[in-house]
C-alpha cells in the first residue's frame, strides 16, 4: 500500500491537499489539468519536494512524516522516477545510462539487464549517445534506466506528453507490458483520459490542489463531478468489458458488461479479451417508451436515479442498468418535457457508431493475461487518435 | 647588436638546424622555461580550490555570500601591483602568515619561483572561477536530480553527473587561467621580485630587456614566444572545447 496524505502550501499561493491510498500492484493514475499538483505529489513522494506536514509511507517504509521527524533522502527512497524529458545522461551511452541505476541497486534485484532490453525492446540503441534518439526511444531507455534501479515503485510523469500521437501509440504498450510484467506499483501522471483508461485501475482526480474523486477507475471516470478535469466532451460512463462476439459481416462486435450487451464497430481484439468502453454521456440518448422504428442499435432499459443540473442547458441524468450506473447529457428543457423524475423507467439509446473503437476501446488492465497485452506485431494499436466519433 | 642582428636573420631566414635552440638566447630559454612552469603549476594548483569555489558560488548560499563573491574577484579588477603587495605583506618574510611559513614548513616564496606561483595562481584565479562557475550554472538540476532517484548520494552525483559535464568549462578556465599566468607581470615583480631564474617570466625578462641599452632584439623575440604561446593556447582550448562538447553529447 502506497499512503500518500500531506499538505504543501507555496508562497505564491498554491496549496496542495492531498489523502489517498494506492493498492501495491497495478497503476494509480493521478488525473488533472496541468496546475492541478499532480506532478508535485510524486515529487513528494520522490523526494524532491518536501511537504509542509502530513506523511507518505510505501509498505513498511515511511518516508516522510512530519510528526515524527522522518524525511528519508531520495537516493535512499528507491523510487524509479520516469521524467517527462527523459532525462538521460549526455556523457554516458544508452547503455551506460541503464547501467547507472542498476550499479547502485540496493538489495535483491527483481529484474535483469537482458530483460528490461528485451521488454523495452532497445537492444540496438546501447552503443548510441542519448542525443541521437528519437522522443519515443529516449522515453523507453530512460524507463529501462527507472527499472534496473530496481525500485519498489515506479513514478511516472506524463512520460508520453512529449511526444507525437503516432509516437505515443508507439509507447503505450510497452507500458502496458510493464504494467503487466512487473508488477510493479506505479503512479502514473496524466491529464489524458485516454491514457488513464487505457492503463490504470485505480484513478486520483485532481484540481486545483484538491482531490475531486479517487477509486476504481470505471466509478471515478464515471463521475458527473469530474467534468472539470475531463471537459464536457469526454465526459461519459466507463464500461469494463469482455469480447462476446464477432460479426464480420456487419463489421460489428458485441461486448458484454456486467448488466448487459453493447454492439459496437468491430473490436480488433480475441473473443474472451477485455475491453473497456466509454460511452459518452452526449451520445446518450433517452425515451420514455421502448423506441421502435429507429437506427440506434443499442437499448438499454434502466430507472432514473437522479437528475442534477449542470451549467449551461444541460443536465445529467443518471440511469441505473441493472446493477451499473449510466449518465446522459440531455437538455433541461428536454427533462421538463417528459417530465423526468428519479424513479422513472425509461429506455437508454447509444448509436454503435458512437462508440466508436479509436477513441472508446482500451484493453482494460486488472484483466489482462500475462502474454497478453505486449505490443501487437503490426504495431498498430488502438489507442486515443483524435476524437472523431461524433456520427 | 651584430649578434643579435644575426639571430634575427636567422629567424627570418630559416636556418633549420637547431632552429629554436639557435632563435634564442640561454637566458631568454630560461625565461620561457620558467614562465611554462609557473604558469602549469599555478593552474594545476589552483583548479581543485577554483571548482570549489565556483560550486560555493553557484550552488550555495550562506551569510557573507556577497562578500565572499567579492573577495574572490578583486584580483581581477585591484591593480596588480596592489595584489603583490598584499601578497607580500602577508606571504612575505615578516609577512603575517609568511614568518610562519618560513619557520614551520621552510617555505620561502620571496624571491622563488613558488613565490612567482602563488602570484600567478592568485591573479589568474577568478578568471578561472568564473569560467568553471558559469559551465556548473549551464548543468541541468534535473539531470542530478534523476542521478539521485536511481540510487546516487550527492558525492557520487557531483563526481559521476556535474563533474563531467562541467569539463568544458573547467578546460576553458585552465586554459585560460594558464594564458594569464604567462602573462602575468605587476604581482609577481612586486611579490617576488625581478629574479633571474627563479622569478624573471617572459613579461619581467621583456621589461628588463626594454631596460639595456641593445635589449630591443630580446624584446622582440620574446614578444614573438609571447604571442605563439597565447595563440596557441586559444587554439588548443577551441579544439579541446569541441571534442568534449561531442564526447558529452551537446555538439
Redesign the interface.
Known sequence: MIGVDIRIDRPGGFSLRAAFAAPDVGVTALFGRSGAGKTTIIQAV?G?VRPDAGRIAVGETVFFDRDRGIDL???A?????V?Q?A?L???LSVERNLR??ER???GVPFIAFDAVVEMLGIRHLLAR???TLSGGERQRVAIG??LL?QPRLLLMDEPLAALDEQRKSEILPYLERLRDETRLPILYVSHSVDEVLRLSDTVVALAQGRMIAAGPVAGVMSQPSILPVVGRFDLGTIFDCTVARHDPAYELSTLRFADGELRVPLVDQPLGAPVRARIRSRDVALALARPTDVSVTNLLAGTVKSIVRMEGPYSDVELVVGGSSLHATVTAESVERLALAPGMALWAMIKAVAVDSRSTLFSAPDAAAPGQGGPPADGSTQVAAPHQSRS | MNVERSRLSGFAGGRNDEFAMDMLTPEEWTAVQLSLRVAFWATFWSLPFAVLVAWLLARTSFPGKGLFDGIVYLPLVLPKVVVGYLLLVTLGARGYLGQYLDAWFGIRLIFTTAGATVAAAVVSFPLTVNAIRLSLEAV?R??E?????????RL?VFF??TL??MLPGILSGALLAIASALGEFGATITFVSNVEGQTRTIPLAIYSATHMPDGDAMALRLTVVSIVLALSALLLANLADRRIRT?????
Open positions: 520522490a524532491v533522502p531520495i537516493e527512497r528507491r523510487v524509479g522516477y521524467f524529458d532525462r545522461f549526455p556523457h547507472y541505476g547502485r541497486a540496493r549517445r542519448p542525443h534506466r527507472a534501479a | 541541468d534535473g539531470l536530480m534523476a542521478a539521485r532517484t536511481l540510487g546516487a548520494s557520487d559521476s553527473v563531467p559535464l564526447m558529452i553529447g551537446r555538439a
